[in-house]
């Protein structure tokens, strides 16, 4: 592994930052919206209360100036200072990381656990009716969009059935056992949303990708220099086949990050996803844009993460 | 309703032959607020109501976690930066104001031991000032004493322009003065028949001194106590998540007996308003959904689930139509919907008064509303399906028909009325949001059958309740003829709610659309009307004259108001609670029990 390369990948990635906050903030400064615009349609609040707290908040400088300002601040690691509950934003932002990480963390699990052993096997007997009934749920798993699955599951487990709470809720009055168990509860809904939705694509892609290695000669030969079948798939197909796979995974990590937001609305799970949709009802720039500089931070550092492990899995790949 | 028949009811009041309740229901009928009519009263020197506590529990806790939702979560806990209802709802779980107005518009002491009031001198009979007297027993949740100087203080934050406090206007034109330790006395320049605004309901939350001295004008938003409120409410801070929690415990040190019954209260915010109907009404997994704004046909269905109720609080929100007086298709130095211009058809008061018969105001609270909007006469609320004596609605086809004719409007070759070349064809707009797509459409269609073509325009909510003088769809602007949206009555005086129709107040380019005139009638009967009431000493000429107000604006056409919005909200079948339209929801907290 090159280190050179990795510290040149990050250097790469400062302009393009830099180019996705100019457009993210030029973008909210356009649309349509203010802040206090709840205070300008009720009557009872005078003008210049709203017009005192628009220029407390530098809401009345030019665009470019108000840009410079954020860009100076964020270099010295002030984020900024949220309009709508006057906290700071990385205050309010490392409120909720933990929740999403949680949430998406548990979700990628069960989506790898799932998609690689259902993958394979679908792929070493294609066509079989295991392999029919993998690829129809996958199908499912991957057109069915979250918000539709997860109203679902909540009509049935919660409404019907009622075994499932359907709000999250971050604060648990419980300790020991009954913590975790309660927590483990109300995450099993977005959990297995998010996750089934991940784990179409995956079987999906793993069994092709399976499908391709399995009839190379270096299997062949393999085999018919006597190693167990087991051994072969695990040992000299599955890795293979996983190359792709693992760089798939990686380059969908924030795509589920956009995809938990819908998910985190739908169950109130209390993560960045729901602060990012609140913030930008309520147009309050320096959230939308904290949360949105995090998210595309974590796309740049999951394309790295996905090269570099795309050299260890496949020595064969140089980096230059 | 003139000023001597309110005389006589006054007096009927005040001699037992009529009860409060009954007179609070004709005020609303000639459209006054509910508290309003109780202030009338209070200054008339009828005794205040004491309200009955239907309070049942006989010690304090017991009654494990109470869980709410507000799917718009409280952002931000000091009550003078509050910026919508939701964020005072969250404050008053710990902040209390002195006194907060019930369903019926009764004020209840909160932390004032008693209600300013003419028998026992605390009210001053011209209106000038009111004396209260504070509670002796309250600590703050730190365990300080509560007294005048706290009170005053909040006047002092409150007012100074530098807080940029949102409370702002209820503190700007009195003076706080402290009597004692225990009373404080609110003074005012000229005579204020409304005195119970400052210190009372939603505006009226006290923070402690001691905790934000430090803190006021510029540096208020460095206060920690921001975000981690110290108050005497019947709930100790626990934790907030801007948006997301507020978390409380019992105050064991709460200042009335036996309250609070909860041991602890979790406000869960986020999601929309149909899965909280849900959480409460069929799942029952939460005790209280706050502001369901969603069709009374899917509460209804949800209601079904049998482990919650719908609870519908009168207050003074309206739907209504607005007619344009300018005219929004010409452009004069810069600007549509000019005041140097005149409505080319809309003009016509045949027209107007054709419109609002065209309006099917029962069939659209029959279909679309439901409980959530009953179908009001009105500007200013009517609650109780009082009809009033003076104005009236009607949806009547053929005799919007026959004023037109009359007046001259003859049905083109295309079926549409016109006059010297003038065509009866209207652009119709209001925000995206299915009912009022819904009522458009009804309207358009009623129109249609007078001959008169509306082309129906709907708005993203963001951009048209928006600020942005940039943006021509904005409803400040109101570059179409008619126009469609909820205006809030914050107050329960009307006179900051009438405002928005005094010429003066237009909505111009000058004044970059933040007039609150917005229909930019001009009219100087009102004018003077309205200026006549400002000043106005005698509280009930004042009453009178804001209902001649009411009636100027109905008899003119200058809105058709379409249907009232209580507020909605949905309780667990054991909850006991009492929501006021005239405050926040959780104005009485501290009372609400469950039944074991």
């Known amino acids: 592994m090159n280190r050179q390369y990795i510290i040149r ?47 407390k908040f530098g809401l009345d400088d030019p665009v470019w100036q108000r840009y410079l300002h954020w860009f100076s601040a964020m270099v010295q690691g002030d984020w900024g200072f949220s309009f709508q509950s006057r906290m700071d934003v990385d205050r309010l932002i490392l409120q909720r990381l933990p929740v999403t990480l949680i949430v998406i963390g548990a979700s990628q699990i069960l989506a790898i656990s799932v998609a690689i052993p259902v993958g394979v096997l679908a792929a070493i007997k294609p066509y079989s009716i295991f392999d029919q009934i993998a690829s129809t749920f996958a199908m499912i798993g991957f057109s069915l969009p979250t918000f539709f699955t997860g109203l679902v599951l909540i009509l049935v487990f919660s409404i019907q059935l009622d075994w499932l709470p359907f709000v999250y809720r971050a604060d648990i009055n419980a300790k020991g056992w009954a913590f975790y168990g309660e927590h483990i509860k109300q995450s099993i809904m977005p959990v297995v949303v998010l996750g089934l939705a991940q784990a179409g694509t995956l079987v999906r892609f793993m069994r092709s990708s399976v499908l391709d290695v399995i009839r190379l000669d270096y299997v062949t030969t393999a085999r018919s220099k006597g190693i167990g079948e087991r051994k072969v798939i695990v040992r000299h197909v599955v890795r293979n086949a996983l190359i792709p796979v693992v760089t798939l995974i990686a380059l969908q990590l924030p795509a589920v990050f956009g995809g938990a937001i819908v998910t985190e609305q739908i169950f109130r799970v209390p993560g960045i996803g729901s602060l990012l949709i609140a913030a930008i009802q309520a147009n309050d720039t320096p959230v939308v844009m904290g949360v949105t500089f995090i998210i595309s931070c974590l796309v740049v550092l999951f394309n790295l993460i996905a090269d570099i492990l795309y050299g260890w899995l496949d020595p064969r790949i140089s980096f230059r | 309703m003139n000023e001597k028949e309110m005389r006589r009811l006054i007096g009927e009041v005040k001699h037992g032959k009529l009860s409060r309740r009954a007179f609070a229901q004709r005020m609303m009928a000639v459209g006054l607020s509910a508290p309003m009519a109780t202030q009338l009263l209070a200054i008339a020197g009828v005794a205040h109501a004491q309200p009955k506590s239907q309070y049942k529990p006989t010690k304090r806790g017991g009654g494990g976690l109470l869980k709410v939702l507000w799917w718009q979560g409280p952002t931000l806990l000091n ?284 069939s659209i609270e029959k279909h679309i509303y439901g409980r959530t909007g009953p179908a009001t006469a009105n500007f200013v609320n009517n609650p109780a399906r009082f009809v009033s004596k003076t104005t009236k609605f009607e949806f009547n086809v053929d005799k919007a028909n026959e004023v037109l004719e009359k007046a001259g409007w003859k049905k083109g070759a295309d079926g549409i009325r016109e006059k010297d070349g003038k065509k009866l064809k209207f652009v119709y707009q209001t925000s995206i949001n299915q009912p009022r797509q819904k009522t458009q459409a009804i309207v358009k269609q009623a129109a249609q059958k007078a001959g008169i073509d509306i082309e129906l325009k709907s708005v993203t909510a963001s951009v048209f309740f928006s600020s942005d003088v940039a943006n021509p769809d904005t409803y400040t602007k109101f570059y179409c003829d008619l126009q469609m949206y909820t205006t809030t009555m914050s107050q329960p005086d009307p006179e900051v709610f009438m405002v928005q129709f005094a010429s003066y107040e237009a909505a111009t380019k000058e004044n970059k659309w933040q007039g609150r005139n917005i229909t930019r009638w001009q009219n100087k009967a009102y004018d003077d009307n309205y200026k006549a009431a400002q000043s106005e000493v005698d509280p009930v000429k004042r009453a009178a004259m804001f209902v001649e107000a009411n009636n100027m604006v109905i008899n003119n056409y200058v809105v058709i108001p379409v249907v009232s919005r209580p507020g909605v909200s949905a309780s667990g079948l054991k909850l006991n609670n009492s929501i006021s339209g005239w405050d926040n929801n959780t104005w009485d907290l501290s009372d609400w029990y469950k039944d074991a």
């Open chain 2, 79 to 362: 009550p003078h930066f509050a910026v919508g209802t939701k964020d005072q709802d969250g404050s008053r779980l710990f902040y209390d104001p002195l006194a907060a107005w019930d369903p019926d518009g009764n004020l209840k002491p909160k932390l004032a031991a008693s209600i300013p009031g003419r028998e026992d001198g605390t009210l001053a009979a011209d209106g000038k000032s009111a004396v209260w007297k504070l509670r002796q027993n309250v600590t703050w949740h730190d365990g300080k004493p509560f007294t005048a100087d706290d009170v005053v203080f909040n006047w002092e934050y409150a007012k100074d322009p530098a807080t940029a406090a949102t409370t702002a206007a209820s503190y700007n034109e009195c003076v706080v003065e402290k009597i004692d330790q225990y009373s404080v006395m609110v003074k005012f320049a000229k005579a204020t028949p409304f005195w119970a605004d400052a210190f009372v309901g939603t505006r009226g939350m006290i923070i402690p001194k001691h905790l934000f001295a430090e803190y006021s004008g510029a540096k208020s938003r460095e206060a920690p106590t921001n975000l981690k409120p110290v108050g005497t409410g019947p709930y100790m801070f626990k934790d907030f998540k801007p948006g997301d929690l507020v978390a409380g415990v019992i105050n064991p040190n709460f200042y009335e007996n036996n309250k609070p019954y909860f041991d602890a209260i979790e406000m869960k915010g986020g999601g929309d308003a149909i899965s909280a109907a849900r959480a409460v009404l069929q799942s029952g997994e939460y005790d209280f959904a706050w502001n369901l704004q969603v069709e009374d046909e899917i509460l209804a269905r949800l209601e079904k689930g049998g482990k919650g109720k719908v609870v519908i609080s009168p207050g003074g929100n309206i739907e209504h139509i607005q007619l344009n007086t300018t005219d929004p298709w010409t452009e004069v130095d810069g600007e549509r919907s000019s005041l140097k211009t005149k409505h080319p058809t809309l003009s016509d008061p045949a027209v107007r008064q054709a419109i609002s018969l065209l309006v099917d105001k029962d």
């Open chain 1, 9 to 55: 990948r990050l250097l790469i990635a400062i302009p393009s930052l830099l180019g996705i906050s100019v457009i993210l903030f030029g973008i909210l400064a356009m649309a349509p919206g203010d802040p206090f615009e709840e205070l300008a349609t009720n009557p009872a609040i005078p003008p210049e209360v709203r017009m005192a707290l628009r220029a």
